[in-house]
C-alpha cells in the first residue's frame, strides 16, 4: 500500500470526521478512523499509551478494561498532532446478564451485482473471500461480504440469537435469495427473519416467503415470537406487498396479546420505522404517524416493560413514540455499516449499535459516506445516545 503522509490526512481529518468513538458499552468503547497513515501512532487512554501500528487506510480499535459508568479522555498522536475524544462508558441495567442477540437490517443482497462500478466497485482483496458470488463483470457481491462480516462480528461479540429485520434483498430474485440462504441458512444459532419493502416489491419474481421457505429460510407472516432467557422477542411483519408503505395497526391486538403474556420484559422488531405525521417528511415513508402510535400505544399498555427497533431508513435514532421507547439501526450495506448487539438483565436491556470493523468493510464504509455531497454521514450517523444506552424497564 503506499505511504501516506500525515499532513494531508490532518488538513482533510482533523475536523472530526477521521477519528470518532463509533459505540461504548459497559467496560469497552470501539474507535474508528478513516484514512489513519501508515507507521505507528500512540493511543493514549486516561494513564495507558497503546501503539497503533497501521498498514494506513481506515480501521477500528477496541478500547478494553474500562470502568461502567465512567469519563475516559482518550488523545490519538498523529506526527505533531493530537486529536482528542471522550468516551462515556454506560451503566449495565439492574439485575443480572441474562441473554445476548443481534439485529442487522438492511442487507440489501444483489445491489451490489448490478449497481456499484468504476469508484465504487469492490476493492480492497485480490480474490473475493470464499463463497461469495460474482457478477459478469466479476465484480463480487458487496453487500453479501458487508452481511456476512456484520455476522461474524455479532457472534464473535456474544449473540445467541439473530434477528434481520427486513430488506434481505435489493429484489426477490432466485439469486437474491440463494445469498441469503449461504448467509442464513447454517448459522450456529437460531435465527428469525423479517420481510422488507424490497423483498416484498412489485418487481418481485415469486413469493418471497415461499422462496425463503424453499431454501431453509422462515419469513415472519403477521406476528410471531421467541422465547429467551429474561425476553419475549416479538416479530411484528410491517409490509404492504408492492408498496413501499409500512402497517402496524392491524397487528395491534395480536402483538399486544404477546406482550402481556410474556412475563418478562418485549423487544418489538419491525422492518419499517414509525412517522411522526401522516404524511413523510423525509424519504424513505415509513408507518403513517396514527397507525405507529395506536400499535405502540396497545403495546407498551399491555407490558410497559418494551423496547421497539426497525430498519429501513438507513439511519440511528431513538425516540418514543405513545410511550415505547423505538430505535432505527442503520444498515449493512453502506455507511455507516452497522449491527446491533442487545444485553438482557432482569432489570432492563442494553442496546450497542457497533461498526462493521472488518477492514475492507470500514474501507467501503467510509467511500460511501460521501453520498448526497457527505450530507449522509451527518443525517445517518446518529448521536450515541441513539447508538448506545441502557434502559431500565419501568
Not at 487506510?57 to 478494561?65: A, I, N, Q, Y
Not at 424453499?214 to 403477521?222: A, D, K, N, S, V
Not at 454521514?377 to 446518529?382: K, R, V
Request: aromatic letters at 6%; proline letters at 7%.
Amino acid at each position: 500500500m503506499p505511504e501516506r503522509s500525515v499532513e494531508p490526512w490532518l488538513r482533510r481529518h482533523a475536523g472530526g470526521v477521521g477519528f470518532e468513538v463509533a459505540a461504548v458499552e459497559t467496560d469497552r468503547a470501539q474507535l474508528v478512523w478513516a484514512d489513519l497513515p501508515e507507521g505507528a501512532h500512540t493511543l493514549r487512554a486516561g494513564r495507558r499509551a497503546l501503539v497503533l501500528e497501521t498498514a494506513g487506510g481506515p480501521g477500528s480499535f477496541e478500547l478494553t478494561d474500562l470502568a461502567p459508568g465512567s469519563r475516559t479522555e482518550v488523545r490519538l498522536e498523529v506526527g505533531e498532532q493530537t486529536l482528542r475524544r471522550v468516551v462515556h462508558t454506560l451503566l449495565a441495567p439492574p439485575g443480572p446478564s441474562r441473554f445476548r442477540f443481534a439485529t442487522i437490517s438492511d442487507l440489501h443482497l444483489g445491489r451490489g451485482d448490478r449497481q456499484y462500478r468504476g469508484p465504487l466497485a469492490h476493492r480492497g482483496v485480490d480474490e473475493p473471500p470464499e463463497g461469495v458470488p460474482v457478477d459478469d463483470a466479476g465484480v463480487p457481491a458487496r453487500q453479501l461480504i458487508n452481511a456476512r462480516a456484520a455476522v461474524d462480528e455479532a457472534l464473535a461479540w456474544g449473540a445467541e440469537h439473530l434477528v434481520v429485520k427486513g430488506d434481505v434483498t435489493e429484489e426477490t430474485t432466485a439469486g437474491t435469495w440463494d445469498q441469503a440462504a449461504s448467509l442464513l441458512g447454517e448459522l450456529p444459532v437460531p435465527a428469525s427473519v423479517l420481510a422488507g419493502n424490497h423483498d416484498t416489491g412489485g418487481l418481485a419474481e415469486f413469493d418471497p416467503f415461499v422462496g425463503a421457505a424453499e431454501r431453509g429460510l422462515r419469513l415472519t407472516r403477521g406476528v410471531d415470537h421467541v422465547d429467551v432467557p429474561g425476553l419475549r422477542i416479538v416479530l411484528v411483519d410491517s409490509t404492504l406487498p408492492g408498496s413501499g408503505w409500512g402497517a402496524v395497526a392491524r397487528h395491534s391486538e395480536a402483538a399486544a396479546t404477546l406482550a402481556a403474556e410474556a412475563g418478562s420484559g418485549v423487544f418489538v422488531a419491525t422492518h419499517h420505522h414509525p412517522q411522526r405525521f401522516s404524511v413523510p417528511v423525509f424519504w424513505p415513508h415509513g408507518i403513517p404517524g396514527p397507525d405507529a402510535r395506536r400499535f405502540a400505544g396497545a403495546v407498551v399498555a399491555a407490558n410497559r416493560r418494551v423496547l421497539a427497533s426497525s430498519g429501513h431508513t438507513h439511519r440511528n435514532r431513538r425516540r418514543s413514540v405513545a410511550g415505547m421507547p423505538w430505535t432505527e439501526v442503520a444498515a449493512t450495506n453502506h455507511f455507516p455499516g452497522v449491527w446491533a448487539g442487545y444485553e438482557v438483565h432482569d432489570g432492563g436491556i442494553r442496546q450497542v449499535v457497533r461498526r462493521i470493523a472488518a477492514p475492507e468493510v470500514l474501507e467501503w464504509s467510509h467511500r460511501s459516506r460521501h453520498a448526497f455531497g457527505g450530507a449522509w454521514a451527518l443525517w445517518s450517523t446518529g448521536s450515541m445516545a441513539d447508538r448506545c444506552f441502557s434502559l431500565t424497564w419501568s
